[in-house]
C-alpha cells in the first residue's frame, strides 16, 4: 500500500542543476580549467564538499581542508545569487499539478533535499503548501547514497519506509531510495537510473494511476 511520496527537490520539482553548473563552472575557469555540462552530470545528488572534491579531481589540483571550504563558501554564495532571483514559473513541468493530484487522493507528499539551500528555494518559489514534512541537507548528517534523508522524511510524516515512494533524478538518490526499503521512481534517463522501480522523463508523464501501478 502507497501511502507517500517523497520528492528530491533539485532537477524533480525545480530545474536548479543549471545555476550549480554556471557556479561550479566559474570556480573551474578561476582555477584555470574548463568544466562541462558532462561534468557537471557527475555532480547531480552529490553534496558541496564531495562536487568540489570531483571539480578538483578534474582540475588536477590539490587543496588543504581550509582553501578548499573557502571555494565551497565562495560558489554557493554564486549559486545562492542565481536561486534567490528564481520565480515561480521555474518550477519543472508537471510537478505542481502532481502533486496536487497525489494530495486530492490522500497520499503523504514529503521533500527529502541533501541541498543546505533547499529552504531557500521553497519560500522564493513558495512551496510550502504543496508539502507535509521537508528535510533538507541542514537535517541530515549523511549524504545520499545513505538512506537518512527518505528515512527521516518517512519518520515525519508517520509512514514507514515500504510505503514510501521515491522520486529522484540522480543515481545516488536512487540507491539511498532503495537502500531505505523505499520504491523509486527516477526522473531522467533509464540509462543513469537503471535500478529504479520506474523511470519516466518529468513529473508531466506522472499520474495517480501510474503510482498505483508500482504496488
Ligand atoms: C543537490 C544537488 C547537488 C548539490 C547538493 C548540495 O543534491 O543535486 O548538485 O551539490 O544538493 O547542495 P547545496 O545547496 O547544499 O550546496
Ligand atoms: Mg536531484
Not at 15 to 44: C, M, P, Q, S, V
Not at 201 to 214: D, F, N, R, T, W
Request: charge should be negative.
Amino acid at each position: 500500500m502507497i501511502k507517500a511520496c517523497i520528492f528530491d527537490l533539485d532537477g524533480v520539482i525545480v530545474d536548479t542543476a543549471r545555476y550549480h553548473f554556471i557556479a561550479w563552472r566559474a570556480l573551474a575557469n578561476e582555477l584555470g580549467f574548463e568544466f562541462t555540462e558532462e561534468d557537471n552530470e557527475r555532480l547531480k545528488g552529490v553534496s558541496r564538499m564531495a562536487s568540489l572534491d570531483i571539480l578538483l579531481e578534474i582540475g588536477g589540483i590539490e587543496l588543504s581542508q581550509g582553501k578548499k571550504e573557502e571555494l565551497a563558501a565562495k560558489k554557493n554564495e554564486n549559486y545562492r545569487s542565481y536561486i534567490l532571483k528564481m520565480k515561480p514559473d521555474e518550477l519543472l513541468p508537471g510537478a505542481e499539478e502532481f502533486l496536487k493530484e497525489l494530495k486530492s487522493h490522500k497520499i503523504l507528499v514529503g521533500m527529502g533535499s541533501g541541498s543546505k539551500n533547499a529552504m531557500t528555494i521553497v519560500e522564493r518559489l513558495k512551496l510550502k503548501p504543496l508539502f507535509d514534512a521537508i528535510i533538507d541537507g541542514t537535517q541530515v548528517t549523511h549524504a545520499k547514497p545513505d538512506p537518512e534523508v527518505f528515512l527521516k522524511g518517512a519518520e515525519a510524516l508517520d509512514v514507514e519506509p515500504e510505503a514510501c515512494v521515491v522520486f529522484e533524478d540522480a543515481a545516488a538518490g536512487v540507491e539511498a531510495a532503495l537502500k531505505g526499503g523505499m520504491k523509486c521512481v527516477g526522473i531522467g534517463s533509464p540509462d543513469v537510473l537503471g535500478k529504479a522501480h520506474l523511470v519516466v522523463a518529468g513529473l508531466s508523464e506522472m499520474s495517480y494511476e501510474k503510482l498505483m501501478q508500482l504496488k
